[in-house]
């Protein structure tokens, strides 16, 4: 399974989700249910990672 996603793309697993920029950056999670899309990110180029346990 892959680490990132980005907006569009569905959830693999119910979860929360943090956003990260192209810096590092991130922002607060977001709760997907498994299959629910992506929401569009704050910033061109960021990505979805699964926040840690």
Do not use: C, I
């Not at 990260?20 to 498994?34: I, N």
């Not at 629910?36 to 990110?41: D, E, H, K, L």
């Amino acid at each position: 399974m892959k680490n990132t996603w980005t907006p569009g793309e569905e959830a693999p697993k119910s979860a929360n989700y943090v956003a990260v920029s192209k810096q590092g950056e991130q922002d607060g999670p977001v709760y997907l249910k498994k299959g629910q899309r992506f929401p569009a990110t704050q910033h061109s180029g960021s990505h979805y990672e699964m926040e840690q346990e």
